[in-house]
């Protein structure tokens, strides 16, 4: 069969395994284009299939020759369902991995559960391995809840006030104008306990009464701060506080594991980038259009795999570390200095309509957005048909 993009309120339906062999082996040519570094040599990555855990997991593995372990959550395909990206992400993943004589291992089910938190423990204990470094890079729209089994939902909400203002339908190639509700209390709580810090925790102090972690271990969590541009929706709201119990935790996983296994706790604030779980909060798309626009016409417009590789080669186990006042690793400088913030405002308020799309950094935010989900990669035939139960037979190990 032949698989055509399908989108539904800027998330993809569908996924193209062709496609996203082409764009692991991208990644993976990319990185080896990247320094290496010493490293850790275990590093066990909770959501590694797509976004910032895979580009942690390439770079890892290819420029520090880190084996890994990926916990994450994805779909396989179906009769006609194409199976989730991250499924086949993963999948290529092991294909090219395996040429670098490293160990890689995945493990796909709800990273929330307590099955998976034994399962990953019991594999290590199996294969005698303890772990350097815990990568926690959940991006979730709900998890069980451990006590009552009920499924708890996060939202994308404001605080306060609703919040009106302008995002792009990439579907319909279409500005379209937005009211975002403002949350109940529970809305919030329940945001704070899907996308908070309490399950890294959980998952840190298991890992280490289970004695599968080493001396020295960095458990590391990804952030996002931004700026005023995108501030109501974001840092102000439902995801915010999401973000500040995050950060909140890492701070109690730093102290926990200084004193345990004199080890850290880590926040790295990241830049804003095309993910699945990105480009579906509202304004997000709008602003990131603009942003590439802007840090390219800077010179200081980053890749995710380049951007996560200066993370781990500088700033984690490198000297090159900048922290701000609340010990956060601020690898988002360039995103967040003066300059490109006040040119990303002036541009998106002037293309506040259709004439967002006559910029290259709009273009460039669709194309990745197809782009990761295996669409519109060069050199892929799109008109081949595509033998989804032959392809069916590949797990992901
Ligand atoms: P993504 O959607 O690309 O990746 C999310 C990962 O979580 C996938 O591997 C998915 O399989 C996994 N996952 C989701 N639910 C799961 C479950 N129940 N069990 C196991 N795995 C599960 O998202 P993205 O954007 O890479 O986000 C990762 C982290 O980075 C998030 O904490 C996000 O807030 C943060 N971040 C993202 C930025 C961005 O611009 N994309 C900017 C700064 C921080």
Redesign the pocket.
């Known amino acids: 069969m032949q698989i055509k993009p399908s989108i539904r309120s800027n998330i993809f339906t569908n996924s193209h395994p062709l496609g996203c062999e082409a764009y692991i082996q991208s990644l993976f040519r990319e990185a080896k284009q990247f320094s290496s570094f010493e490293g850790p040599k275990n590093v066990l990555i ?8 895979l580009s942690s997991r390439i770079t890892l593995a290819v420029n520090a020759l880190a084996n890994t372990w990926n ?4 779909s396989r395909p179906k009769g006609e369902r194409t199976g989730s990206a ?1 499924w086949w992400n993963n999948i290529y993943f092991q294909q090219e991995a395996d040429k670098l004589g490293t160990f890689h291992k995945d493990f796909v ?4 559960s307590q099955t998976m938190k034994e399962s990953v423990i019991d594999d290590l204990k199996k294969r005698s391995v303890k772990i350097d470094l815990i990568i926690y ?4 729209g709900a ?1 069980s809840h451990p006590v009552t089994g009920e499924l708890v939902r996060s939202t994308l909400k404001a605080i306060g006030d609703p919040v009106q203002g302008k995002t792009i339908d990439i579907a319909e190639r279409a500005v379209k104008e937005l009211t975002v509700a403002a949350a109940s209390e529970q809305e919030i709580a329940d945001t704070v306990f899907v996308m908070g810090g309490s399950d890294w925790e959980d998952w840190v102090r298991q890992l280490t009464d289970a004695d599968v972690l080493n001396h020295g271990i960095k458990a590391i ?4 701060i931004g700026s005023k541009n995108n501030a109501k929706i974001y840092r102000e709201g439902t995801i915010g506080r999401a973000k500040d119990d995050l950060e909140k935790h890492g701070k109690s996983i730093d102290t926990f594991l200084k004193n345990r296994l004199h080890g850290e706790g880590l926040i790295s604030v ?4 095309v ?4 480009v579906f909060i509202p304004r997000i798309p709008f602003y990131v259009s603009a942003m590439f626009e802007v840090m390219k016409k800077h010179g200081v417009h980053e890749t995710i795999t380049a951007h996560k590789h200066r993370l781990f080669a500088d700033m984690v186990y490198g000297n090159k570390r900048l922290l701000d006042d609340q010990g956060r690793i601020r690898i988002d400088h360039y995103e967040m200095q003066d300059n490109i913030q006040k040119d990303i405002q002036a541009l998106s308020d002037k293309h506040e309509n259709e004439s967002i799309f006559s910029l290259a950094g709009t273009q460039q935010f669709i194309d990745e957005f197809y782009q990761i989900n295996g669409f519109n990669i060069p050199g892929v035939d799109y008109e081949t048909d595509v033998d989804l139960d032959q392809l069916a037979l590949k797990e992901p190990r």
Request: charged share 15%; glycine share 18%.
């Open positions: 909770i959501g590694g299939s797509s976004g910032y855990g916990v994450s959550f994805e991250g089910g709800d990273a929330f890079s959940l991006a979730a998890r969590s990804y952030t996002y990241s830049k804003a980038v993910t699945k779980a990105s």
